[in-house]
């Protein structure tokens, strides 16, 4: 009894703490590709303001090319940096068209390193210096990361960074088979498609994923979503970058199969909001060439006056096909400014060859600040690959699209933009200068701002203290802290 009552007070906190579960430590493995680690980071971010320990698990590759995330991210004490292998060459260009050697890599040399780490973080004593991690996010896509949560006991967030209405495609496969409308092998792209509940009446062949033109079920793109069918739906949540205003039916017809859905997009928006209203600083751009000197650049450019044209971050070009969009855009007459990235070209390449755009009316550069770029009031439009990062950037600053899907979800979220939420334009198939040109001209006309004002305005409400993004936010930090208690 005398000796409690004579316990100091350092004793009795370390005793507390004994006692006391440890913190919420979330793992977050993104696909190892630009824009998903991107648009995770801003998900690291705002648990981070959260509240929660998070870490975040890089390849030595996206490591490699993004070396700001350390310093960005030193404020935030409970963050920490790890990095994996994806057990490729380092030489080797890991852009769209190797996209099937990343994920077999993934699975064959990351996955069991993975779970040893995993097993290691997840252990009491872990490192003895950061609490265990007792939650993890990973990519649905990699399904892997849900079968080793699933088999260490612990609680599995899954999140997909690509746009919510492939992925209810993508969960609809299997009846596009049931009804006959899958596989095709006919030339004919603009048959309807009909079994895909929320989409009748829009859909066709030409807007489902390149891999469904296939014709072949043994195609290994096609077998990997198939996968993802069974996975998702088995973890314990969905995080979605999206809003509820935009994409509210299909939204619905995702809960039938993952009834814990959390939509908390635009995610990079939503970082901006909170930073704003608490530390008055911005969410920051990672990757390491990016330059600058096109926001100067913009600064003299009338307001509207330029075309935003970027492909994102792995999509490969052929010659021919940038020189139809060159001579489009020049033959526009408008301003444009343009991202050709130093392995934008099939084969590698990039834009030297264009590089004395600088002079005239167009500014070309290797990597762009995009969300200021899009933000500008110099630019008036974008022409996109319609990946879902910049679809979701561009809905937000009100900007119209034109747009030129390549492959995954951007045949479907060019659909979207164009026939269902009348953003802008949607011009995939087509690729010479004459339509590039007319469409260009078009964009940049005052035709789309109506709705593109409107829905940008949705998608800021929907971040704000009560949106339906941040009600979101605030029950997936509330949920993960209940997890980890459990957990422990
Ligand atoms: C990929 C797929 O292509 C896409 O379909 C899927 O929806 C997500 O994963 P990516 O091709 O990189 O992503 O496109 P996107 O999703 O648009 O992401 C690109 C990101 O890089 C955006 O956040 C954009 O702001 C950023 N970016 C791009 C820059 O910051 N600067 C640039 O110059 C180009």
């Given at each position: 009894?005398?000796?409690?009552?004579?316990?100091?007070?350092?004793?009795?906190?370390?005793?507390?703490?004994?006692?006391?579960?440890?913190?919420?430590?979330?793992?977050?493995?993104?696909?190892?590709?630009?824009?998903?680690?991107?648009?995770l980071l801003k998900?690291?971010?705002?648990?981070?303001?959260?509240?929660?320990?998070?870490?975040?698990?890089?390849?030595?590759?996206?490591?490699?090319?993004?070396?700001?995330?350390?310093?960005?991210?030193?404020?935030?004490?409970?963050?920490?940096?790890?990095?994996?292998?994806?057990?490729?060459?380092?030489?080797?260009?890991?852009?769209?068209?190797?996209?099937?050697?990343?994920?077999?890599?993934?699975?064959?040399?990351?996955?069991?390193?993975?779970?040893?780490?995993?097993?290691?973080?997840?252990?009491?004593?872990?490192?003895?210096?950061?609490?265990?991690?007792?939650?993890?996010?990973?990519?649905?896509?990699?399904?892997?990361?849900?079968?080793?949560?699933?088999?260490?006991?612990?609680?599995?967030?899954?999140?997909?960074?690509?746009?919510?209405?492939?992925?209810?495609?993508?969960?609809?496969?299997?009846?596009?088979?049931?009804?006959?409308?899958?596989?095709?092998?006919?030339?004919?792209?603009?048959?309807?498609?009909?079994?895909?509940?929320?989409?009748?009446?829009?859909?066709?062949?030409?807007?489902?994923?390149?891999?469904?033109?296939?014709?072949?079920?043994?195609?290994?793109?096609?077998?990997?979503?198939?996968?993802?069918?069974?996975?998702?739906?088995?973890?314990?949540?969905?995080?979605?970058?999206?809003?509820?205003?935009?994409?509210?039916?299909?939204?619905?017809?995702?809960?039938?199969?993952?009834p814990n859905l959390?939509?908390?997009?635009?995610?990079?928006?939503?970082?901006?909001?909170?930073?704003?209203?608490?530390?008055?600083?911005?969410?920051?751009?990672?990757?390491?060439?990016?330059?600058?000197?096109?926001?100067?650049?913009?600064?003299?450019?009338?307001?509207?006056?330029?075309?935003?044209?970027?492909?994102?971050?792995?999509?490969?070009?052929?010659?021919?096909?940038?020189?139809?969009?060159?001579?489009?855009?020049?033959?526009?007459?408008?301003?444009?400014?343009?991202?050709?990235?130093?392995?934008?070209?099939?084969?590698?390449?990039?834009?030297?060859?264009?590089?004395?755009?600088?002079?005239?009316?167009?500014?070309?550069?290797?990597?762009?600040?995009?969300?200021?770029?899009?933000?500008?009031?110099?630019?008036?439009?974008?022409?996109?690959?319609?990946?879902?990062?910049?679809?979701?950037?561009?809905?937000?600053?009100?900007?119209?699209?034109?747009?030129?899907?390549?492959?995954?979800?951007?045949?479907?979220?060019?659909?979207?933009?164009?026939?269902?939420?009348?953003?802008?334009?949607?011009?995939?198939?087509?690729?010479?200068?004459?339509?590039?040109?007319?469409?260009?001209?078009?964009?940049?006309?005052?035709?789309?701002?109506?709705?593109?004002?409107?829905?940008?305005?949705?998608?800021?409400?929907s971040i704000e203290?009560?949106?339906?993004?941040?009600?979101?936010?605030?029950?997936?930090?509330?949920?993960?802290?209940?997890?980890?208690?459990?957990?422990?």
């Amino acid at each position: 009894m005398k000796a409690i009552e004579e316990e100091t007070d350092t004793e009795m906190e370390q005793k507390e703490s004994r006692l006391s579960p440890p913190p919420p430590h979330v793992l977050i493995f993104p696909l190892p590709l630009q824009g998903p680690v991107n648009s995770l980071l801003k998900l690291a971010e705002l648990l981070c303001i959260g509240g929660l320990h998070v870490t975040f698990l890089v390849t030595d590759h996206i490591n490699r090319r993004n070396s700001k995330i350390h310093s960005h991210f030193s404020r935030y004490p409970g963050f920490y940096l790890d990095t994996i292998s994806d057990g490729l060459p380092e030489d080797h260009p890991r852009t769209a068209d190797t996209f099937m050697e990343i994920f077999d890599s993934l699975e064959n040399t990351t996955k069991p390193l993975f779970k040893e780490m995993l097993r290691r973080k997840s252990t009491d004593d872990y490192e003895h210096v950061r609490p265990p991690v007792n939650c993890v996010i990973g990519d649905g896509i990699l399904g892997f990361t849900i079968e080793v949560a699933r088999e260490l006991g612990i609680p599995i967030i899954c999140t997909r960074t690509i746009s919510p209405c492939f992925l209810w495609l993508v969960f609809c496969l299997p009846k596009l088979f049931e009804a006959g409308e899958l596989p095709f092998d006919d030339d004919d792209l603009d048959v309807p498609i009909k079994s895909v509940p929320g989409m009748e009446g829009f859909l066709r062949r030409r807007d489902l994923p390149s891999f469904c033109r296939a014709g072949d079920l043994t195609d290994p793109n096609l077998r990997l979503y198939l996968s993802e069918i069974n996975l998702s739906p088995r973890a314990d949540g969905l995080i979605l970058n999206s809003f509820e205003e935009l994409e509210g039916p299909l939204l619905s017809h995702i809960r039938t199969l993952c009834p814990n859905l959390y939509t908390i997009g635009p995610l990079h928006a939503h970082l901006n909001y909170k930073l704003s209203t608490e530390t008055s600083s911005r969410s920051s751009n990672f990757r390491d060439e990016e330059d600058r000197s096109c926001l100067s650049w913009l600064n003299a450019q009338p307001e509207k006056s330029v075309i935003y044209v970027s492909f994102g971050s792995i999509v490969v070009l052929t010659i021919e096909q940038m020189t139809e969009f060159r001579q489009g855009l020049v033959n526009s007459g408008h301003r444009f400014l343009w991202v050709i990235r130093d392995d934008a070209i099939t084969g590698g390449g990039g834009g030297g060859w264009l590089r004395e755009e600088k002079s005239s009316r167009g500014y070309i550069v290797g990597w762009a600040p995009q969300e200021e770029v899009l933000s500008h009031p110099s630019v008036g439009g974008f022409l996109t690959h319609s990946g879902w990062n910049s679809t979701l950037e561009s809905i937000y600053e009100g900007k119209p699209m034109l747009c030129w899907p390549y492959f995954v979800d951007q045949q479907l979220n060019s659909r979207f933009v164009g026939e269902v939420w009348k953003l802008g334009l949607d011009m995939k198939d087509t690729r010479d200068r004459f339509q590039v040109e007319k469409m260009v001209r078009e964009i940049m006309s005052d035709k789309f701002n109506r709705c593109s004002d409107q829905m940008a305005r949705l998608a800021r409400q929907s971040i704000e203290e009560d949106g339906s993004s941040s009600r979101d936010l605030n029950r997936l930090i509330q949920d993960i802290k209940a997890m980890t208690i459990n957990h422990n």
